[in-house]
């Protein structure tokens, strides 16, 4: 069975910056797809940035520039460098795995931007 563990959110101030850690218990041979959602107080879960097997990283528009998504594949975890953030992007974070047939849920991690 697959753990998939979140870390690093937490309270920042505008402007500040963020790193959040997405860890896999175990190697998964074949990731078609790979990403980061979150989920704002009464609206519905938006995918921040995501890169689907053979295509490139997409970013939302309203990150670009500001965010960067990264693997160790090494480690089995995935990355969102936050910079520059807003109060905006205040949202509970989650992380997704998907290979051929499950999708691996990270628990979801807190991001509260505010001064």
């Known amino acids: 069975q697959v753990q998939v563990v979140q870390s690093g959110g937490g309270l920042v101030q505008p402007g500040g910056s963020l790193r959040l850690s997405c860890t896999v218990s175990?190697?998964?041979?074949?990731?078609?797809?790979m990403g980061w959602y979150r989920q704002a107080p009464g609206r519905q879960r938006e995918m921040v940035v995501g890169?689907?097997?053979?295509?490139?990283?997409m970013y939302a528009d309203s990150v670009k520039g500001r965010f960067t998504m990264s693997r160790d594949n090494d480690k089995n975890t995935l990355y969102l460098q936050m910079t520059q953030l807003k109060p905006e992007d205040t949202a509970v974070y989650y992380c997704?795995?998907?290979?051929?047939?499950?999708?691996?849920w990270g628990q979801g991690t807190q991001v509260t931007v505010s001064s």
């Open positions: 997704n795995h998907r290979d051929r047939e499950n999708d691996y």
């Open positions: 175990r190697k998964i041979f074949t990731i078609v797809h």
């Open positions: 890169r689907t097997m053979g295509n490139r990283t």
